[in-house]
T-cell receptor
Framework: ELKVEQNPLFLSMQEGKNYTIYCNYSTTSDRLYWYRQDPGKSLESLFVLLSNGAVKQEGRLMASLDTKARLSTLHITAAVHDLSATYFC?????????FGTGTLLAVQP | DVKVTQSSRYLVKRTGEKVFLECVQDMDHENMFWYRQDPGLGLRLIYFSYDVKMKEKGDIPEGYSVSREKKERFSLILESASTNQTSMYLCATHPGGSYEQYFGPGTRLTVT
């Protein structure tokens, strides 16, 4: 059974600081996704990572995938308040996605 | 743009009522999914469908059923609502392959 673990579950950080969210998964998969969810809203796709060593960047967010270690990271550079949200990773099985529990990110001024 | 709509944003029902949550997509995607989202538990898959009239159980199907009579429409049914089904329900679609899933706005269901 595929399990997906994210940590930390909650992250409070100051504006301008850097931090990393980790996503570990238990069995082989060839696709990993990162989503963002704002309070009371639905999920918005951020990144799709398809191969070992894949790295994608959008603004202050950078995601990477190490399929050998079964680890993906979401790195936040010089955080700003607008990045406050819940971030989910999701790992693909043959038919559907398994989601992590999410990381609630709060960026303080 | 993919559009996924859900029939209600907020719904309040009484224990024992039959509840229908409807999801409609306009992009001809084969695969559709129903999740529930609870604090600290992330998203959990209830049911999914990869074709019309086809359905597969997800991780937590108990107390739920689904219907997919047309490709664009996937309904989640709570046969007899209970308070432990109070949750946020999210519908998603997927075109297959390595693309991401596209989510609807969600229905916040409260069962009293």
């Amino acid at each position: 059974e595929l399990k997906v673990e994210q940590n930390p579950l909650f992250l409070s950080m100051q504006e301008g600081k850097n931090y990393t969210i980790y996503c570990n998964y238990s069995t082989t998969s060839d696709r990993l996704y990162w989503y963002r969810q704002d309070p009371g809203k639905s999920l918005e796709s951020l990144f799709v990572l398809l191969s070992n060593g894949a790295v994608k960047q959008e603004g202050r967010l950078m995601a990477s995938l190490d399929t050998k270690a079964r680890l993906s990271t979401l790195h936040i550079t010089a955080a700003v308040h607008d990045l406050s949200a819940t971030y989910f990773c999701a790992v693909a099985t043959f038919l559907h996605l398994i989601f992590g529990t999410g990381t609630l990110l709060a960026v303080q001024p | 743009d993919v559009k996924v709509t859900q029939s209600s944003r907020y719904l309040v029902k009484r224990t024992g009522e039959k509840v229908f949550l409807e999801c409609v997509q306009d992009m001809d995607h084969e695969n559709m999914f129903w999740y529930r989202q609870d604090p600290g538990l992330g998203l959990r898959l209830i049911y999914f469908s990869y074709d019309v009239k086809m359905k597969e159980k997800g991780d937590i199907p108990e107390g739920y059923s689904v219907s997919r009579e047309k490709k664009e429409r996937f309904s989640l049914i709570l046969e007899s609502a209970s308070t432990n089904q109070t949750s946020m329900y999210l519908c998603a679609t997927h075109p297959g392959g390595s693309y991401e899933q596209y989510f609807g706005p969600g229905t916040r269901l409260t069962v009293t």
